[in-house]
């Protein structure tokens, strides 16, 4: 069993269990035979001989003796020392006689010292040390403390800080020395509202008060108007008093926030206003603009001679009809006057305008000579048409219809085995009308290159000198252009077609 040492006026041995308190100690703490210092009578060596224990040093407790005849406690029978250990064939067996003499020794209590005044024999001090008064005994609940057993009990009952009592709020147990800190964090413990608004609920419930239900928690305006008020006053401020919120026109019912609503009112079209020319009207502002443009009385408006220089200018409406009666005869003199002088000045712009013409013509007759005389010396080229043929073709010549410049034309497009030749035939007539006879004209056939439009090839034909005799001569009814079949590379195929495009050049 093990035991602690307590410092006091002197060290005392203290057991867990107190009838341990009169027998020897071992070296590994375990308790054996008796102690022979709480003997009331002092051994003589024979007794010592006979009644104390080999092995513990300590008056054998419940003696054996084995058929070697080695006298032992009951209890060192299975603690032999390091050689000293017997066979296991040997037999042991109770000393009756030792144990009646050890039994029958007198002793005091082991804890006289502590004032305990018992005497007795040995076979009684256990059962004594069981119930002394005088025997210290350490707290069962853990709280390291040493008392003796008729104070252990009450302590253990109502003063040791690791009993486990109920918190009085949620009802959960918790060691005396843990219940301040659980106090501090219990959930059901009830606490007044911290923003002072008077609830009294549970701890666990607080958060949910704060964020939701307390009145004097302090939040801004949900408007945005940058307030901060107790939420109980805060809906007041929304409904009543935030420059944010909006309120109804009275005049247009349209929402409005109040901060704008004076800007609005100085606009609003609802609002009924007096005419500002004094005239007694009174209509929406939206209105009031219609009223001054088309009916006010008081407005000043021009007379519609003004125009035919009538000399009253502007004159209030309501005076209007009686000034047209008035000057009747003198408008209809300003407007037949003014009729006259708008047409002498129609008369005077048709002659400027006649003028003008002529000058005109004879302008755009000497720039046409101009121009006449410029393309006569000019080289002047024409692009007849394009004509695509296919490779393989069964049909071995290819016409085709054309036009430019209002003249129609027919190329004929042929191919032998060695080369390609184009015809050229005007059906009637061509427009050499700008060129001066005789001219030069030369063919050109052009073959297109798909891949690479730099790299377009020109063949030259025959160069024919035409006079104007030969306008619609058999000279222009022939072969033009005429070029090898082998200068058809693949670059010039696209689709089994290749394409040529005709130029005649005149100069």
């Not at 005497?119 to 008392?147: F, P, R």
């Not at 929304?238 to 919120?245: A, G, K």
């Not at 008035?326 to 002498?344: D, G, P, V």
């Amino acid at each position: 069993m093990a035991t602690k040492r307590v410092e006091g006026n002197t060290k005392q041995l203290v057991a867990e269990i107190g009838r341990d308190l009169c027998r020897v100690q071992g070296k590994v703490g375990e308790y054996r035979g008796y102690r022979k210092d709480i003997l009331t009578e002092k051994l003589t060596h024979r007794e010592i001989a006979l009644l104390v224990c080999k092995r513990c040093k300590g008056i054998m407790r419940k003696a054996c003796i084995s058929t070697s005849g080695e006298q032992f406690c009951e209890c060192c029978r299975n603690h032999e020392e390091v050689g000293n250990v017997y066979p296991r064939y040997e037999q042991i067996s109770p000393n009756i006689h030792v144990r009646n003499t050890v039994n029958s020794l007198k002793c005091s209590c082991p804890l006289q010292k502590r004032g305990c005044e018992w005497l007795g024999t040995l076979a009684e001090c256990e059962n004594h040390l069981h119930l002394c008064s005088h025997v210290h005994e350490k707290c069962k609940l853990g709280c390291d403390i040493v008392l003796p057993c008729h104070e252990l009990s009450i302590h253990i009952r109502e003063e040791c800080t690791f009993r486990e009592i109920s918190c009085e709020h949620c009802k959960k147990g918790f060691r005396v020395c843990d219940m301040s800190n659980h106090l501090k964090k219990c959930p059901k413990i009830r606490m007044t509202c911290e923003q002072k608004c008077g609830t009294v609920m549970c701890r666990e419930d607080m958060a949910q008060h704060l964020k939701k239900d307390c009145g004097r928690v302090v939040e801004k305006c949900k408007l945005g108007c940058g307030i901060e008020l107790p939420r109980d006053e805060l809906d007041i401020h929304v409904n009543t008093m935030c420059v944010q919120r909006k309120i109804p026109c009275r005049h247009c019912q349209k929402d409005s926030k109040a901060c704008a609503m004076p800007n609005h009112l100085e606009e609003c079209p609802k609002i009924r206003l007096t005419c500002e020319l004094e005239c007694g009207t009174v209509a929406y502002r939206e209105d009031m603009a219609q009223h001054l443009e088309e009916e006010c009385v008081e407005k000043k408006v021009e007379c519609p001679f003004i125009k035919y220089k009538c000399e009253v200018g502007l004159i209030k409406r309501k005076k209007l009809n009686q000034h047209l009666k008035e000057k009747r005869t003198e408008h209809t003199e300003l407007k037949l006057s003014a009729m006259e002088e708008i047409i002498m000045q129609q008369s005077n712009e048709v002659k400027l305008l006649t003028h003008t013409v002529q000058v005109l013509e004879t302008e755009a007759g000497d720039l046409k000579r101009t121009l006449f005389t410029i393309a006569r010396a000019a080289k002047v080229e024409w692009r007849i048409d394009s004509i695509c043929y296919k490779l393989g073709s069964n049909h071995p010549t290819v016409k085709k219809q054309s036009q430019i410049d209002g003249y129609n034309f027919e190329i004929q497009f042929s191919c032998d085995a060695d080369s390609i030749q184009i015809l050229f035939l005007p059906k009637d007539g061509w427009g050499y009308f700008s060129l001066k006879w005789p001219f030069i004209a030369e063919f050109v056939a052009r073959l297109v290159c798909h891949s690479n439009p730099k790299g377009t090839k020109d063949f030259k034909g025959e160069m024919i000198e035409v006079n104007k005799k030969d306008y619609q001569s058999s000279k222009l009814k022939r072969e033009v252009v005429r070029f090898p079949k082998s200068e058809v590379k693949p670059d010039f195929v696209r689709d089994d077609e290749i394409e040529l495009e005709l130029f005649v050049f005149c100069k």
